[in-house]
Nanobody
Framework: QVPLVESGGGSVQAGGSLRLSCAAS????????MAWFRQAPGKEREGVAA????????????FYADSVKGRFTISQDSAKNTLYLQMNSLTPEDTAMYYC??????????????????WGQGTQVTVSS
């Protein structure tokens, strides 16, 4: 059983919006951090946004790459079954394969790809000018 399954990618013109979803299942529920990463051809995988649950509370903290702050919003449903990434004001530079990831993450490493062991298969986002 694949614990993370992304959906919602597609093609959009610059300035448009897309909403990605990541359905989580199984032991993923025990992980404290879920995140979105992206990888463009010839480039390294980079952290886009992450949401980390605070231990002992229902609160969570969010983290964003500078390149997407103010344009992208990460969120989870109340049951933490689904992770979302709302992407607005898209530019061609946002074109990439987008991946959902989850794991137990130390503070400060939320957007570090090597810290995550659980990954979805990816969903392609293409933004045309």
């Amino acid at each position: 059983q694949v614990p993370l399954v992304e959906s919602g990618g597609g093609s959009v013109q610059a300035g448009g919006s897309l909403r990605l979803s990541c359905a989580a299942s199984g032991f993923i529920y025990s992980k404290n951090c879920m995140a979105w990463f992206r990888q463009a051809p010839g480039k390294e995988r980079e952290g886009v946004a992450a949401i980390r649950s605070d231990v002992g509370s229902d609160d969570s903290s969010t983290f964003y790459a500078d390149s997407v702050k103010g344009r992208f919003t990460i969120s989870q449903d109340s049951a933490k079954n689904t992770l979302y990434l709302q992407m607005n004001s898209l530019t061609p530079e946002d074109t990439a394969m987008y991946y959902c990831a989850a794991d137990l993450i130390w503070a400060g490493s939320e957007l570090v790809a090597n810290e995550y062991n659980y990954w979805g298969q990816g969903t392609q986002v293409t933004v045309s000018s």
